[in-house]
């Protein structure tokens, strides 16, 4: 595969090549400095005319769009560089398209490793508590920077979540019925880089580099593939609890696993048929170093136990069958949940959340 990213000794290089005028700098409230990425970057700034914008929330919100876009507008904006997690990439990535007769060229600088926004042509944006996804091909960003430092001052709890993404993109997308030999080329080099960097104890510089490459990874093979049925309810979950994304996502991931292993004939949505899913499926124990389902079960679930990551229903406030149709009712993305290779009924998602419950 050819690299097709820089590091942050590139960035100079790559905002020379679009002459900027006036640059949008974007950039997290409080992780910008704490991650050590302001004084990083700060040498490749100078002598440029730079606009700083983090008057935005989590989880990129409609309203908060429209005062990017304003200032974009205003400050006649013809470069963005958004450096954080993936609500910052995101937020990014729509301001760069949101003038459609003028689209803004783009560099992203992920400071976390897991949502993959860096290397994907979609984004997410909420309005009134409900999200919208974009998918169109402008929103890739034109040029990448990975910089594993940025990983170095986060807490390991922080970065579990986003970790857990990475991990979940690059299983959803190895099995996705919309996988090319080029997808899961990258879906596996993503879970042979992360798996490794999930363990006890402290991380060396060659974890951070993995963890950053696989996140890129994963994000680069859903781009061409989608994710599939445990994205789609992972959305449901953080809208309804506020868990977080990654969290939601490896919740429910290690018993589609199981399910999408037993899938017949009758059941299958995809095309190539259900053997060849079912040795995706093993190709899938086998990245994992196991011998069986229930043992690659096990150890998804014990990495969000070395992840302190609570993946239990129960524990994570939903006591009562109203919780449950909530996420039945919420969690059938038509879009998501047509890509996983065995058809989800809701009566199949009712009994994975039992199977979590307690």
Request: proline residues 4%; charged residues 25%.
């Amino acid at each position: 595969m050819t690299k097709d990213y820089g590091n942050i000794q590139d960035l100079k290089f790559y905002i020379n090549e679009f002459k900027p005028q006036n640059v949008l700098l974007i950039h997290g409230k409080t992780s910008y400095e704490k991650c050590g990425a302001k004084e990083v970057i700060a040498p490749y700034l100078m002598g440029l005319n730079i606009f700083e914008w983090s008057d935005f929330k989590n989880n990129p919100q409609y309203l908060d769009m429209l005062k990017g876009a304003s200032l974009v507008k205003q400050k006649q904006i013809d470069l963005i560089i958004a450096i954080g997690g993936g609500s910052v990439i995101d937020m990014g990535k729509i301001l760069s398209v949101f003038e459609r007769e003028k689209e803004i060229p783009m560099i992203a600088i992920p400071t976390t490793a897991g949502t993959g926004s860096e290397a994907t042509q979609f984004a997410v944006l909420w309005k009134d508590g409900q999200k919208t996804s974009i998918d169109d091909v402008k929103l890739l960003p034109k040029r990448v920077i990975l910089e594993p430092q940025f990983l170095k001052k986060q807490s390991e709890q922080s970065a579990s979540s986003p970790l857990m993404d990475a991990l979940a993109q690059g299983i959803e997308s190895y099995w996705s019925i919309n996988s090319t030999d080029e997808s899961k080329d990258y879906a596996k080099k993503a879970l042979y880089l992360i798996i490794p960097t999930i363990k006890s104890g402290k991380l060396s510089d060659e974890d951070y580099w993995a963890r950053m490459q696989g996140a890129y990874y994963a994000g680069k093979a859903i781009n061409i593939t989608r994710t599939t049925a445990a994205h789609s309810v992972s959305y449901a979950f953080t809208a309804y609890k506020g868990i977080p994304h990654g969290q939601a996502v490896m919740l429910t991931l290690p018993q589609f696993l199981k399910f999408n292993s037993e899938v017949i004939d009758s059941d299958c949505l995809d095309k190539r048929g259900f053997e060849y899913v079912r040795k995706t499926i093993n190709e899938i124990v086998k990245i994992f170093d196991c011998i069986s389902i229930n043992e690659t079960v096990e150890k998804l679930q014990g990495f969000m136990n070395i992840l302190g990551l609570e993946r239990k229903l129960k524990n994570l406030g939903f006591n009562n069958e109203k919780d449950f149709q909530y996420i039945i009712d919420n969690g059938f993305n038509p879009q998501r949940v047509k890509n996983n290779p065995r058809l989800l009924t809701k009566e199949a998602l009712n009994n994975t959340l039992e199977s979590i419950r307690n």
